[in-house]
């Protein structure tokens, strides 16, 4: 139900936008957001995004990811700039939300796009 897509490798320094559609029986969605994961270690908060609150950022990628997208729509995208060795991971999109209908809670994750940053 959530779709990444966006990652590749890059150059320290470079860029790369992320994408991650959510579809299927969505509701009214609450929380989007991204996570990594590099190897070896446990998957992180990079920023999340809810509805009537400012976007919240990991202090590792303040002033240099953006988080941005339509909730309404499902769509949340980050934008990735003066990326480093240390951002190399597997980014996973995460939404939070009340399916229509029976109104029941979820909480989805998409697979992960993978990020390489070489130096």
């Known amino acids: 139900q959530l779709q990444a897509s966006g990652g590749g490798l890059v150059q320290v320094g470079g860029s790369l936008r992320l994408s991650c559609a959510a579809s299927?029986?969505?509701?009214?969605?609450?929380?989007m957001g991204w996570y990594r994961q590099a190897p070896g270690k446990e998957r992180e908060l990079v920023a999340t995004t809810t509805k009537g609150s400012s976007p919240n950022y990991s202090d590792t990628v303040k002033g240099r990811f953006t988080i941005s997208g339509d909730k309404a729509k499902g769509m949340v995208y980050l934008q990735m700039n003066s990326l480093q060795p240390e951002d190399t991971a597997d980014y996973y999109c995460?939404?939070?939300?009340?399916?229509?209908?029976?109104?029941?809670?979820?909480?989805?994750w998409g697979r992960g796009t993978q990020v390489t940053v070489s130096s």
């Open positions: 299927g029986n969505i509701g009214s969605i609450n929380v």
């Open positions: 995460h939404a939070e939300g009340i399916e229509w209908g029976r109104r029941n809670k979820y909480s989805h």
